[in-house]
């Protein structure tokens, strides 16, 4: 197949069982830029689902008898093929989710860096007691076949955190995109066809129609979703029939609260990133602003500035910080927000519709709305940001916690001890001080509340492909 092809020309197949096949039936993707047709996307049928579960556990015994060391090698030199064709990645990442291609070459680059993490970690047996009659051993063990099943914000990276664990600790994948974004995927296949075992790795793509039938199937072990809470909750019922391990990184409305010694010029621009890059379509973005009297106006005046200088565009346009919303369902979403922000609260930046094509909307900022609104209560995941003011910080920390989601914070101060005191006392997976985003792939992420359970990256995200078991010897 010739990688210079335009994704319009190009043939794209599911991988069952080491082939690479074509679907059942076909669907269009669409370019969220220009709405214009990208590609038709191979969509398997529950027969080929069935076909891919299958490989994936006749895979199974011989990979996950492999020394650790050997798989970590062939997930190096996956790691390799895919830093090889970066920029094809990327501008089929850009093309069919919509961010700028600068950021779509960052997820490759990470997606690369997350699976060469994983490639030199070890899942090594552990003495957890040893007396005069005793010596106990707890070693991982892989589970059998996973599901991963991923969403569109970020298809690749989040793809990868769940491929380089499961496969470093011995398991085997059916893997399925979301409907929209599936071709970076459906690639990536292309590259498991070529450098791992037939059945290893298996890819599906379905229209949203066939995660039921993956999340209870009696031969898949665990499930590794990443998407909405309302999906989650889906998925979390449909494995309780066959009790499969389960892990779930699902929505957010991170509260980012900045205390009163900073300097609104110089936290402006670092919020205002936060809250819309990938137009907003991030788990962890920053959702809602928690601000003191004191800086409450300089702080929305810094933010519309900012939100009036961003130039919205098509990704693979130079110069676009912010891409389209990613299809036409979050489009309409988002114009949902926007409504209600124009009746209960006031938009001082962004808010009009962008002239078409594409499903772009500009970065908007809204103030002096109130805590019981859609638009600050629910997951809007989109460039529109509540700024809330606050005159006690207690009382900012209670309205930051009182939510059923829990995924991420940040917090925002001249002086880390003082915002450190604040994190402490946020319910979420994870709070940063004084930046955003900065996820490393030695370090465990997840939600807590309903935003999730489990975690993925580091050693956590390793042993949640596997499951301990002890050995317990007399001596
Ligand atoms: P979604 O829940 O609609 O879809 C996610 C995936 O689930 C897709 O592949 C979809 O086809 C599949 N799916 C749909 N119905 C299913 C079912 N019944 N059973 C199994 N799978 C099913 O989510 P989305 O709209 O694609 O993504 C946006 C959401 O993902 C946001 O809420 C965002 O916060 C969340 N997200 C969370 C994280 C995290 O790490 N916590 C990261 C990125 C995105």
Redesign the pocket.
Known sequence: MNAELQPSTRDYRLLIGGRLVPGASSFEVINPATERVLALCPRADVAQLNQAVAAAKSAFGTWSARPLRERGALLLKLADALSAKSEEFARLLTQEQGKPLPQAFGEVAGSVAMLRTFAGMDLPVKVLKETESTRVLQQRVPLGVVAA??????PLI?LMIKVGPALLAGDTLVV?????TPLTTLRFGELCAELLPAGVVNVIA?Q?DL??A??SHPDIAKVA????????R??MA?VASTLKRLTL????NDAAIVLDDVDPKEIAPKIFAGAMVNTG????AIKRVYAPDSIYEELCAELARLAEAAVVGDGLTAGSQYGPLQNKA?FDKVQGYIADARAHGKIIAGGTPVKGPGYFIRPTIVRDIADDTRLVRE?Q?GPILPVLRYSDLNDAIARANATEYG?GATVWSKDPQRATEVALKIDSGTVWVNKHLDLQPDVP???AKQ??FGR?LGQEGLEEFTQAKIINIAR
């Open positions: 099943i991923t969403p569109w914000n970020f989040l399925k995109p979301a409907p929209s379905d949203n995660g039921s993956l999340t979703f990443t998407g909405s809470t309302a999906t989650g889906k998925v449909s990184e699902l929505g957010g379509q991030v788990c962890l979050q997951e995941f995924l992420f997840g939600g935003s999730g993925e």
